[in-house]
């Protein structure tokens, strides 16, 4: 992980899940199992060799740091206040 992206300290003391403010919720659909789940009530995954933490599906427990799109820089943007909040630095654009 480089300086500047993945949880911020706000989310890696909440334990990584969940939302760090109040009842904040972005529902996305699993691109696996395409079941909905709170983007962030999910933890982050483990996956210490890539760029970007992803999120894990609260169904199938998939994350999406093996999609094809994941390492692409076109398929990123900063986060808006709302995802800094819940601790992104930056954001995915298959979770919008």
Do not use: I
């Not at 109040?22 to 395409?34: P, T």
């Not at 093996?66 to 943007?77: A, G, I, L, M, T």
């Not at 900063?78 to 298959?94: C, D, M, S, T, V």
């Amino acid at each position: 992980m480089t300086e500047g992206e993945g949880p911020t300290d706000a989310a890696r003391a909440n334990g990584g899940a969940g939302p760090v403010r109040g009842h904040e919720r972005h529902l996305v659909r699993c691109l696996y199992c395409r079941e909905a789940f709170d983007l962030f009530a999910a933890p982050w995954c483990g996956h210490g060799g890539t760029t970007h933490p992803s999120k894990r599906c609260l169904h199938c427990g998939r994350c999406l740091c093996q999609h094809p799109s994941y390492e692409d820089p076109s398929f990123w943007k900063e986060a808006p206040p709302a995802f800094k909040r819940n601790g992104f630095r930056q954001l995915f654009l298959l979770y919008v």
